[in-house]
């Protein structure tokens, strides 16, 4: 009876297992990793000025676009006066 009981236990235990598997959860902090290496946010939803980097998990990496100055051509800016 000892015998049963130990091995309905272990039975059990072993196919009760971790809820979520591991191989994702490295994946998704791998995502969040190189969503900062390119300084982005994981954030649930992207502002106007942010594009999608890609998806860390479920929520989108949003990343800060770069502000361009515009390029004045001096030899135009000249004649116009």
Do not use: D
């Amino acid at each position: 009876m000892k015998i049963l009981c130990i091995f309905l236990t272990s039975v059990f235990t072993v196919s009760c297992g971790p809820s979520v598997p591991q191989k994702n959860t490295r994946e998704v902090a791998e995502r969040k990793r190189e969503c900062q290496l390119v300084r982005g946010a994981c954030k649930p939803e992207c502002n106007s000025w942010e594009y999608v980097f890609y998806y860390c998990g479920v929520n989108p990496c949003c990343v800060v676009r770069e502000y361009k100055k515009p390029i004045i051509n001096r030899s135009t800016a000249k004649h116009q006066k």
